[in-house]
DNA sequence: CTGAAAGCGCTTACAG
DNA sequence: CTGAAAGCGCTTACAG
């Protein structure tokens, strides 16, 4: 790479101090009352030479890198990457860069992304934690560096978060399939420690129990390296023999997608045979021969208040916040 | 965020040099020949206080960042999530860090983020490049700044780039369609100079005239920042109507989709009233209620080679290197 | 209004 | 085998 040009070679051809320069750049010539010819010459030599700031230099220096931090689960899922897109926005605005990474779910390798990127000096982070990950994230705490978590968060672990109310997303979705007249419903989800797995199996199980539908309650816990396999028999148990469901209700996006795989696979006629509903968006949704109902999460609102409440962090707050979004169920004929 | 530990902490605490202990961390012991007893106490000390390398102040030493800037369209979009994810690994492996941005096909925001990554001194790019951003190309060959274009390339300025050969996907996707004997076929693309849309054009026209079909060409351009809109009309004028057509081969993934969404207003049949071919593959294309064809990119290679081109060039190579990738056709009943 | 100088945390020739 | 010192490109208190 070719010598760039730095702010004495700009301080040279003027013939000022560093120091001048730098306060022109900066916007500071007021506050500083640098001399009026001098800002312009400052000016002209800084266009003439092409100066663009070494911000390698400025991090070190301030000692902050304008970097946010984003460790979502998968990139190249459609509902990381949307928010992945939301968050390079907002952070662009605010004047902040992104350096993103892909932890799989894995414990183990979200703990090495967290460790490059504080050797990168990211000024925070945005974190989809992976299950087990308590005791990464009070280090993190520990150390003062500001975090928001999304998606999920941890009970144990008093952090910023902005999730959605899933909880009530589940509740909400059962309550439509059964006041569609479906009885025999049944759950497909991650098996996960997860707060966001959790609470969309509690609103389902709460939902039921709050129809008296308790003895209907068949829940199917998919691991997540191997969401085809187990899916598959999953859908088994739950679509086909004597005790078969009316309806079902998927915790992810992912899970859907699968669910949609075997479904097709088994032939089942939607919603006659089974009533679906997805969560999270996705184009397959309403190109499926049944349109699904699927519950769709804000993930403009999610991703832009993340990265304010953690630009507020990084600006000195101390204040903890916990964010619950609302979902909205988008009812189309798979459920009908 | 409380004072983090620096070689010197190190350096004080066993009584050596910070110059020593430097060594030691980057693993030079042998090399400079540092005591036994030494490199023992350094590591203990590292270890006890939990020594974390500040990349920033290194990289500013060394002139080097360890960090690639990765421009995509949009990374929101699955086919350069996906691509994105491939990179982030692939970088990974080899000690790369990966910031990104979406242009959303501007040349302006494909400046600016430019500019951005620029200052913070990436050590190379990997650009799917804008309409109109030759001179931004030029310029950063002119800086001496390793790059790679992927997806798309300028035939007016030399560079390293991977692109798949989408002349030759589009032509084989043409001879598929009247392998299977359609005649009216018509083809769906942005309206774009970009080479890899001219290729993927070209390769549909010189099909046709191949197979003496060069009066059936019918030709739609859709604008990118109004796909739906145009997208419709041009479904409009091609399938509908005295001359409407009998097949159609969508340009890109996105015009696939949003084609999809106008054929089912349009309640054609697939294939019967029209068979189609989409490009990259993408969820939706499993679920629509016939299967698509579709134009298979290997994704996984692209972002591969993109990476291992840039990295030998980051490492002083000054090959320049052309690849172009082939294509899968998957067949499926939608061009039946 | 302006300059000299320290310092952010590293790496690395140089000298011994 | 080891240390003192320069320097990467900035920012910023301090002195005048």
Redesign the interface.
């Known amino acids: 790479?070719?010598k760039r040009t730095s702010l004495k070679d700009i301080a040279d051809k003027v013939g000022v101090s560093t120091a001048l320069v730098s306060y022109v750049i900066n916007g500071q010539e007021k506050e500083k009352r640098v001399g009026k010819e001098v800002v312009k010459k400052i000016r002209t030599a800084a266009l003439e030479l092409n100066y663009?700031?070494?911000?390698?230099?400025r991090?070190?220096r301030k000692?902050s890198?304008k970097?946010i931090g984003l460790i979502v689960a998968?990139?190249?899922?459609?509902f990381f990457?949307?928010l992945?897109?939301v968050i390079?926005?907002e952070a662009?605005r605010l004047g902040y860069?992104?350096?993103?990474?892909?932890s799989d779910e894995d414990s183990g390798k979200m703990e090495s992304l967290v460790?490059?990127?504080?050797?990168?000096?990211v000024d925070g982070f945005i974190i989809v934690p992976a299950e087990g990950t308590e005791l990464q994230i009070k280090a993190l705490q520990e150390?003062?560096?500001p975090l928001v978590l999304t998606d999920r968060y941890f009970i144990d672990v008093t952090t910023n978060y902005v999730a959605l109310d899933n909880y009530g997303a589940s509740f909400d979705a059962i309550t439509h399939l059964i006041a569609n007249g479906y009885k025999k419903i049944g759950m497909i989800a991650y098996k996960s420690n997860l707060i966001h797995m959790q609470e969309r199996v509690r609103g389902y199980i709460e939902a039921m129990k709050a129809n008296n539908l308790e003895n209907e309650i068949r829940l199917e816990e998919v691991r997540y390296n191997y969401t085809m396999i187990d899916n598959e028999k999953a859908m088994n148990n739950l679509a086909i023999g004597e005790k078969k469901i009316d309806a079902i209700l998927f915790a992810t996006n992912s899970l859907t997608?699968s669910g949609?795989?075997c479904i097709?696979k088994l032939n089942l006629k939607i919603p006659e045979d089974l009533a679906i509903i997805g969560f999270d968006g996705?184009?397959?949704f309403?190109?499926?021969?049944t349109p699904l109902t699927y519950i769709e999460q804000p993930i403009e609102e999610m991703g832009k208040e993340a990265v304010g409440m953690l630009v507020e962090q990084i600006d000195g707050s101390t204040k903890i916040a916990h964010i619950k979004l609302r979902h909205t169920l988008i009812k189309r004929q798979s459920s009908l």
């Open positions: 790479m070719s663009q700031p070494n911000q390698i230099a991090s070190l000692g890198t970097t998968d990139i190249a899922n459609p990457g949307n992945a897109r390079e926005d662009s860069t992104v350096i993103f990474g892909s460790d490059i990127l504080i050797n990168r000096q150390k003062k560096i997608v949609l795989y097709k996705n184009e397959a309403d190109f499926f021969y």
